[in-house]
């Protein structure tokens, strides 16, 4: 499905990288690695995927401020999601982002979109997120890179 959404930037910057989706919402205290970049929730529908440079869709985190400090350590450590694409704003996820970009210098793009816009997203889809939070959609296999 190729296509362009209209997100709002809540941490704008660049980023374009392959889909990890997932409807439910993850708890990355205890859900995600962030030395290796896995979903170590075993519960979780991601559970052993790996969501190190890829853009991380998802409704939301679940917990609590822990998710900023996983984060921000999966941005030093080098693990982290190229960016994030949620379909409401949680401030967890934004306060590591924001933190990230002081600490790291290293920006964690961070888009909420519709909810109508984030059913369309799937896994393996090419995601080209831009500062104004436009997102541009292309099948993977149109750059050859399915990962």
Do not use: C
């Amino acid at each position: 499905m190729d296509g362009v959404i209209a997100g709002r930037p809540l941490v704008a910057g660049n980023a374009d990288a392959i889909a990890l989706v997932t409807r439910e919402p993850l708890s990355f205290w205890g859900g995600y690695d962030q030395a290796t970049g896995e979903i170590i929730d075993r519960r979780h529908p991601l559970s052993g995927q790996n969501a190190a440079g890829r853009i991380l869709v998802l409704p939301l985190s679940r917990g609590s401020s822990t998710t900023a400090a996983v984060l921000l350590e999966a941005v030093r450590q080098g693990t982290a999601p190229a960016a994030i694409v949620t379909d409401g704003l949680d401030p967890f996820l934004l306060l590591g982002a924001i933190v990230a970009e002081k600490m790291y210098a290293h920006t964690v793009p961070v888009v909420a979109v519709s909810h109508k816009d984030f059913e369309r997203l799937s896994d393996g889809m090419r995601l080209t997120i831009r500062e104004d939070g436009r997102i541009t959609i292309a099948p993977a296999n149109e750059s050859g890179d399915n990962h």
